[in-house]
Structures are given as structure tokens and as C-alpha cells.
């Protein structure tokens, strides 16, 4: 099973669907809804985004288009993760113990670094895939792995259809988990 495209997909889940009109309308909402769940459920390499940043002081904005924050790396010299905190722990913070930063808190979309300084470094997040339309035909994730698309895009189509008979929910969650298995997420 190969999908090269976004049209070539909603016509493999219109093969499935018995070429209702009512249901075919649908389809590009059965796509988008098992994206968004996809986009939550998936914990792959390809999900991971890397950005670097320069800091001079203490305060940085988190950078443009970031999900959430998997890891903040000082790269001066040598790589070193930084140690999340919350706000009202990094306000408690005492004199520093070096001058290289060991916290970060995120604070109104702005990180926070103790001890400030001035340094590079990079930041680690979740940028899952970009979602598919008639504009962006195809993505890596409909690429490698077709069957999250048609078992969750039918999985929608189904509890739209009260369909019985076939269960799609299961095949989407086993190409969720065999997709986590295959790349899994370091930070």
C-alpha cells in the first residue's frame, strides 16, 4: 500500500467507503481529524525539530513555531542540557555555582536562563509534519506510513457512518505504535 498524493489518498479511502457522495464530501475531514490525533499520538524522530538560538543576558524568546520543548543544549565549548524549572523555583534560585547556565523557565513565551551570560545553544522540540491538503500533496508521514492515514482517516469514517462491522480504530493505533517502535524520539 502506497500513496504518492493527497488526491491518490482520498481515493484509496473512497474505495472503502462505496462511493457514497455523502461520505465522499467528508473525506478531507476524516483526513484532517486523523491527523490531528496522529499528531498527538506520534513519538518519532522525524517529530523532533532543532533550532539554534544566541543569548545575551538572561531572556529569550522561544523560537518561531515551536511545539513543545523536548530539551534547551548550551553549546559553548561542549554540549551540556540545561534543567527545566518552573517559574517560581527559578525565581528562588541562589548565587550561581558557575558561570555557564544550568536552568531555563518559560515564562509568558519567553525562556529564562540561570546564571545569564552570553551563549549559544540550541533548542530541542515536537514539530510533528505539516498537514496535508490540495496545496501540500504529500508529507514523510503519508510517505512512510500510508496506513495511518487510510486505518485513521476510515477509523473518523466509520463513527460518522455508525458502521459495525469493521474496526478501524485498532490498525491506526498498531501503525501509530509500529511507527513510535521504528524512529522512537530522542531528545
Not at 130 to 137: A, E, K, V
Request: glycine fraction near 4%.
Amino acid at each position: 500500500m502506497s500513496f504518492e498524493s493527497y488526491d491518490a489518498l482520498r481515493a484509496e479511502i473512497q474505495s472503502f467507503l462505496w462511493d457514497r457522495t455523502d461520505v465522499v464530501a467528508k473525506i478531507p475531514s476524516f483526513i484532517t481529524l486523523a491527523e490531528t490525533e496522529a499528531k498527538r499520538l506520534l513519538r518519532t524522530r522525524q517529530t523532533n525539530e532543532r533550532k539554534p538560538f544566541t543569548i545575551s543576558g538572561e531572556i529569550s524568546s522561544i523560537p518561531c513555531g515551536s511545539g513543545p520543548i523536548l530539551a534547551v543544549r548550551v553549546m559553548d565549548g561542549c554540549t551540556k542540557d540545561l534543567d527545566y524549572v518552573s517559574p517560581e523555583q527559578f525565581s528562588a534560585l541562589s548565587k550561581p555555582v558557575s558561570w555557564t547556565p544550568e536552568f531555563y523557565t518559560i515564562q509568558n513565551e519567553r525562556m529564562y536562563f540561570y546564571p545569564e551570560g552570553d551563549f549559544s545553544g540550541e533548542i530541542v522540540f515536537v514539530e510533528p509534519f505539516c498537514s496535508l491538503s490540495s496545496t501540500n500533496r504529500t508529507n514523510w508521514l503519508l510517505r512512510e506510513h500510508p496506513d495511518i492515514y487510510l486505518c485513521g482517516a476510515l477509523k473518523w469514517a466509520k463513527a460518522w457512518l455508525i458502521d459495525s462491522d469493521q474496526d478501524w480504530a485498532t490498525p491506526f493505533y498498531s501503525a501509530i505504535e509500529a511507527a513510535n517502535a521504528h524512529m522512537p524520539r530522542n531528545g
